[in-house]
């Protein structure tokens, strides 16, 4: 049998994970998941750990109210909450995406840009100034609020496992950053799939993940790992003409509440 064995969020793009046991759906896929992120001041490019590898050191935890909480060892922390109706539009590009969306204040700048060492701004991804996912992919209306291109990201607990004894030694779920995790299926069962049912929501399986070299930072110490692993196992493994793939992009269809322990369904 097929279970939901874990969940995870991102409420900061690039900072640490939550590990949840229940969580609600919206449009953009888990509430919360990636609705906030850091960009360049001056150019308003995005920032992530494959530039910024201590980010994965940032703790940052998402508040009912649609705040974020920023911590860190030796700067204490910040709450910050979530920018008002009116607040200032800052213009912002991830990937190939530009848009305006609300910016956090001076106060959260300051804190962010002590913690990074060079100018900063925090913004947040309101449900209405949402991205389109990328074309050719899922359906035209599909959206996403600051995950890279898809709002959400499943992994079975077979192939990190398979992964794991590829590169030698154990390997952190954690590192891949997926929000579903599933144990009971076959290694990469989950690159056959076309629509799953987990509880009563069903998810589209899109698009394959193609990684890159933000696998090789430990989630625990930011440290990249000196032999590029786990990337370069899947460079050798798992290489298509698109990249190297681990995982699987999803489409949430409806809202509603997943809890760890739900039963998975294949439908196609």
């Not at 060079?118 to 035209?140: C, I, Y």
Request: net charge negative; proline share 4%; with cysteine.
């Amino acid at each position: 049998m097929l279970r939901l064995s874990a969940l995870y969020r991102y409420p900061l793009k690039s900072g640490k994970g939550e590990v949840l046991q229940s969580a609600e759906l919206d449009k953009l896929g888990l509430t919360g998941d990636r609705r906030w992120m850091l960009v360049d001041e001056a150019s308003g490019r995005f920032l992530t750990q494959r530039a910024e590898a201590r980010m994965s050191q940032l703790s940052a935890l998402w508040n009912a109210d649609g705040g974020l909480t920023l911590a860190t060892s030796g700067q204490g922390s910040i709450d910050i909450p979530l920018p008002a109706d009116d607040a200032e539009l800052r213009g912002v590009t991830i990937w190939r995406d530009t848009l305006r969306v609300p910016d956090a204040g001076d106060e959260a700048a300051r804190w962010v840009s002590e913690f990074l060492g060079k100018s900063t701004r925090l913004v947040q991804m309101p449900l209405d100034r949402a991205r389109t996912t990328q074309s050719g992919f899922g359906h035209d209306d599909d959206q996403v609020a600051f995950a890279d291109g898809y709002p959400l990201l499943l992994i079975g607990d077979a192939s990190l496992q398979d992964l794991s004894g590829k590169v030698g030694r154990s390997l952190e779920m954690l590192r891949f950053r997926p929000n579903l995790v599933i144990e009971g299926s076959a290694a990469y069962a989950e690159d056959g799939w076309k629509r799953i049912r987990v509880g009563d929501i069903e998810f589209r399986v899109v698009k394959p993940c193609s990684r890159c070299i933000m696998t090789t930072v430990d989630p625990q110490t930011g440290e990249r790992s000196a032999d590029r692993e786990p990337f370069a196992t899947l460079q050798k493994h798992r290489a298509t003409v698109d990249g190297a793939m681990f995982g699987q992009n999803l489409v949430n269809d409806g809202n509603g509440r997943l809890e760890v322990g739900m039963p998975v369904e294949i439908l196609e």
